[in-house]
Structures are given as structure tokens and as C-alpha cells.
């Protein structure tokens, strides 16, 4: 079979592409960068995005599965070129805040995907994943030039999950049956403070690092400088003031749906530690 992987240059898709490969899937893959992307030899490459049908119709020919990173500007157009092409399997990367019960900027991006994906006729999987592990990369620059990180709501607990525990679910969905129509929220193992992380980190690369907490302001201020619309900055404060008081439980998606239970904060931090020297 041929699988398409979009976003195969993301933490979470390069993990995906590796999967596959192993898997001995054929692996294709679409960037707007193909001189930059560093994917492996035997994926097959194709420039263009979401939003380019050309470059859509000539990626998704003869493609069977897709894995699909969540791009609106382009997901009317990926379902028109992909119902063209035949293609009969999608995993979709969505987000756990379609869950939430309240509208929010990130939840509703994503349920719109989620509905222009259910509307075309596909064997669907949804992948609902809460906090990424990877958001602590935010945190590099500070860590590398200060031993410092800043962060409100130190006290909130999350469950960060790795991103290859997301593409192990990922893969799984694309080559075995059985999970079609399915909705799977991930987390990781185990509901951690800020601090806890910043702490595992700090045993990971061997030097110690200070917490700061910022006050809400001053975290939506920075936020927002880095290029974070508005919306979505309230979004993750508003998820973060909420797991000071009520913290989401783990979950055990991971495990069922690959057989292997997900990876803690500790082992992400070991992973990447070189991310933080």
C-alpha cells in the first residue's frame, strides 16, 4: 500500500514517516520544502501543501491512506482530491479541545476538519491528543541562554504526552483495521506539574534550572509576541488555570490501541535533552 503523510516534517509526522518505513509501507510525502525536509531516501517526496490541488491530485495518485496534519485553509480542497484519487483511509492529527465543553478557537478548528473529513466518505480516525510533550521545546532558548523557565499556573498538572506515542497510534490506525470511526483521545502516563517537568528536564541534561512563574498577563503578552493569535493564547491559559483545581486524569489509549503503554515525561525529557544543552 501507499501512504501519504502531510505535516512529514513535524515532531509528530517524522515520527510517523519512521513508523511506516519500518512497518515496509511505501511512504509518500508533502512538503512546501522538499530541499529541506531531511526525510529519509525512500520516501518519496512531493512539494505543495494543503491548499495547492495540483500539487494534491499528483501526490494522491494511486494512494490508499493518508495521515492527515490539520491545515483549514486546506481541508475542503485535500477532500475534494483525495474522494478523486481513491483514497479510502484518513488519521487525522485533531486535538482533545473538540472535547471540551465550552467553544474555543482550537476545539473548533479542529472539529471543522474533522467534519469536512467525516463528510467525505473515508474510513476516518481521529487522533485527539491533549498537551504535547513537545510544547516544553518553548522553553529551549530560555533554558540554554538563562537556566530559567517562565510559565504560569506552575501548579497545574498535565499529562504530556511524546509525540511518537502519537504516531504509534498513528500507524497503527493507517495499516490495521479496526479503527475506523474512532475518536481516540491520548495523553501521556502520568499527571505532572510544570515543575515536575522542568525538574526531569534538569535531570536530563545534568544542570540545574529555575522556575519563574508568570502571571497570566505576562504569559498571554508573550505569547501572543511569538505569534500565537489571541484566541488561541486564551485557550491554553484557560486549559492551564483549569488543571490547577481539576486536572485531567491519564488515559490508556495509547497502550490499547498499540499494545505498549505511552512514555513518560522523564523518558521525553531524555530524548531530547540535547534540545535543551
Known sequence: ????????????GRCVVDRLLTAGAQVRA??????TAGLPGDVEVFRGDLADSDALAKALAGVDRVFLFPAPEGAGTFVEQAKAAGVRRVVLLSSKAVEFAESNAIGDRHRAIEEAVEAGGFEWTFLRPGAFATNSLAWAESIRAEGVVREPFVDARQIPIHEDDIAAVAATALLEDGHAGAAYALSGPEA???????????????????????TPEQARAHLVAKG???GIADTLL????????????????VEQVTGHPARTFAQWAVDHADDFR
Open 228 to 230: 500565537l493569535p489571541e
Open 238 to 253: 484557560s486549559y492551564g488555570a483549569q488543571n490547577v483545581q481539576n486536572p485531567e486524569p491519564p488515559l490508556k489509549t
Open 192 to 214: 505532572i506539574t510544570v515543575g515536575e517537568q522542568v525538574q526531569a528536564i534538569s535531570a536530563a541534561i545534568g544542570r540545574e534550572i529555575e522556575l519563574e512563574e508568570q
Open 30 to 35: 508533502l512538503t512546501r520544502r522538499p530541499e
Open 1 to 12: 500500500m501507499t501512504v501519504l503523510v502531510t505535516g512529514a516534517t513535524g515532531n509528530v
